[in-house]
T-cell receptor, first 113, second 113 residues
Framework: DTEVTQTPKHLVMGMTNKKSLKCEQH?????MYWYKQKAKKPPELMFV???????INESVPSRFSPECPNSSLLNLHLHALQPEDSALYLC????????????FGQGTRLTVV | QQQVKQSPQSLIVQKGGISIINCAYE??????FPWYQQFPGKGPALLIA?????SEKKEGRFTISFNKSAKQFSLHIMDSQPGDSATYFC????????????FGSGTRLQVQP
């Protein structure tokens, strides 16, 4: 199984809502990543977890709050987002942090209204 | 610097032709250079990758050429097919320090039948 599963696939939320994005992998990978991708742009790194500890936070606004409950799960909690936060949010995992092959999920298409 | 510069931004090729995408990097600490392929509505998927001690790597119709002295690498897609129409991202990864992918800006490839 080389899948990274993200739910939901699509999400529309208001600026006062609280929602969460979920990511799951069963490849035994110990590094997990959140990326944000705007249309026609490359993925932009947000957070990296290594062995369930936050390793990199790319100065992401606090309205995005990551959580890694265990080695297979990664959440991204969203609160008080802005319309400019609308994007494709991608989760990825790799065997170790910086390990050569990263596997990406299909992403959650988020629209903030 | 961590930047990876990619060109062209978009590319139209006839079926059966050769598609060539170029990347240049600045960070000499990069020691792994993958290419990712992304179809609309999907997450990026690893296509082929190379390490700087090798000048060329071929997998099927896909070839990476690497010029360490010029800090440049390129993707060649031979016998391009309509199914290759996608966005391609080059990236760099270093095995120390930040240890997260740095993506190029992407190339949108369209292969015409």
């Amino acid at each position: 199984d080389t899948e990274v599963t993200q739910t939901p696939k699509h999400l529309v939320m208001g600026m006062t809502n609280k929602k969460s994005l979920k990511c799951e992998q069963h490849m035994g990978h110990r590094a997990m990543y959140w990326y944000k991708q705007k249309a026609k742009k490359p993925p932009e790194l947000m957070f990296v977890y290594s062995y369930e500890k936050l390793s990199i936070n790319e100065s992401v606004p606090s309205r995005f709050s990551p959580e890694c409950p265990n080695s297979s799960l990664l959440n991204l909690h969203l609160h008080a987002l802005q319309p400019e936060d609308s994007a494709l949010y991608l989760c990825a995992s790799s065997q170790e942090k910086g390990n050569t092959e990263a596997f990406f999920g299909q992403g959650t298409r988020l629209t903030v209204v | 610097q961590q930047q990876v510069k990619q060109s062209p931004q978009s590319l139209i090729v006839q079926k059966g032709g050769i598609s060539i995408i170029n990347c240049a990097y600045e960070n000499t600490a990069f020691d792994y250079f993958p290419w990712y392929q992304q179809f609309p509505g999907k997450g990026p998927a690893l296509l082929i990758a190379i390490r700087p001690d090798v000048s060329e790597k071929k997998e099927g119709r896909f070839t990476i050429s690497f010029n360490k002295s010029a800090k440049q690498f390129s993707l060649h897609i031979m016998d391009s097919q309509p199914g290759d129409s996608a966005t391609y991202f080059c990236a760099g990864l270093q095995d120390t320090g930040r240890r997260a992918l740095t993506f190029g800006s992407g190339t949108r490839l369209q292969v015409q039948p």
